[in-house]
């Protein structure tokens, strides 16, 4: 189990290593490619410039696995993660695995870095919600400034580009990133899209949807895009309003999902001696197993219920 441990843990102080290097090797050719037929248009031009320098290629699911690990940051608001971040998240948890390991034994190691796990992913993704709500509100002001450029007579081009300017926050770093890729030869409509799945933002997969059809039947996307705004600013008073008056509910349903689970992490940590005997016995190795699928199948249960009220 020692041997077990100690090889995960170089394990994960080599991932991280290797995430590094290669961010290191690929930031300054690769930081604006966001979508997967884009990343291959532009590693098609790069290869004939660099393949005498690129001898050594990243594997094809590996190279998927760090794009999908970009895109992770890029929806917390990190644009260019660099060595550092990945090194401040993996030496800590490693750290405390090992402290574990010495102190508690092998049950307590992997408790600990299950909970650690958790705890990163669980500070990400507050990060991540609170983003998507400061974009979400400021979408209705930038649709509005599209609004008035396109009433005077700009194209919805052209008057996209001149919106960004206008735009503060993280919506200004989504807006960038499409604006770079219309630059580079991609259509407004598809590079809002590629963006929108990127950082999950349907709202804005909406407008490029409305920015498409005014691209190829015409019409009036002006009236469109101020009929979405003013219902995306009715809708975001009406969620805050429910979100007020169901707050007990919901802060309710994370307590009772959460609670079983850093409850049992904890016992694992520093009573692993109940388990190890449990999970020797035949009838606590079925409660156990019994109560791990009790756990997701109410965790789930918990979850629709706080993301429907």
């Known amino acids: 189990m020692h041997i077990a441990l100690w090889l995960l843990a170089a394990a994960l102080l080599l991932t991280g290593t290797g995430l590094w290097l290669w961010q290191r090797a690929q930031q300054r050719s690769q930081q604006d490619v966001s979508a997967a037929f884009v990343n291959r248009q532009l590693q098609g031009m790069q290869q004939a410039q660099k393949e005498p320098q690129d001898t050594n290629q990243v594997a094809p699911q590996l190279q998927v696995s760090i794009e999908a690990l970009r895109h992770f940051f890029l929806r917390a608001g990190i644009q260019h993660p660099s060595g550092k971040l990945y090194l401040q998240l993996l030496l800590p948890g490693i750290g405390l695995t090992l402290l574990a390991l010495i102190l508690g034994g092998g049950l307590s190691a992997i408790g600990t870095l299950l909970l650690y796990t958790m705890l990163v992913y669980f500070y990400f993704w507050l990060r991540i919600a609170k983003l998507q709500r400061t974009m979400l509100r400021q979408l209705p002001g930038f649709l509005d400034t599209l609004v008035r450029l396109v009433t005077i007579g700009n194209s919805i081009g ?8 206008s735009t503060e926050g993280p ?64 809708l975001e008073h009406a969620q805050n309003e429910l979100a007020s008056l169901s707050a007990e ?12 689970i850093a409850i049992g992490i904890f016992l694992i940590i520093f009573n692993n001696n109940m388990f190890a005997n449990m999970w020797q016995d035949p009838v606590g190795k079925n409660m156990l197993i019994g109560a791990v699928v009790l756990e997701v199948v109410g965790s789930y249960g918990l979850y629709r219920l706080a993301k429907t009220v």
């Open 171 to 234: 919506l200004r770093m989504v807006l960038d990133r499409a604006n770079r890729q219309v630059q580079a030869g991609v259509e407004l409509e598809h590079a809002l899209r590629l963006q929108a799945a990127i950082y999950r933002f349907k709202e804005l997969d909406l407008v490029a949807a409305v920015i498409g059809v005014s691209s190829r039947f015409g019409g009036r996307s002006d009236l469109v895009l101020e009929r979405m705004a003013a219902f995306m600013r009715d």
């Open 249 to 260: 509910i919901r802060l309710s349903a994370w307590i009772m999902g959460i609670l079983p």
């Open 158 to 165: 052209s008057a996209f580009q001149t919106g960004i300017l």
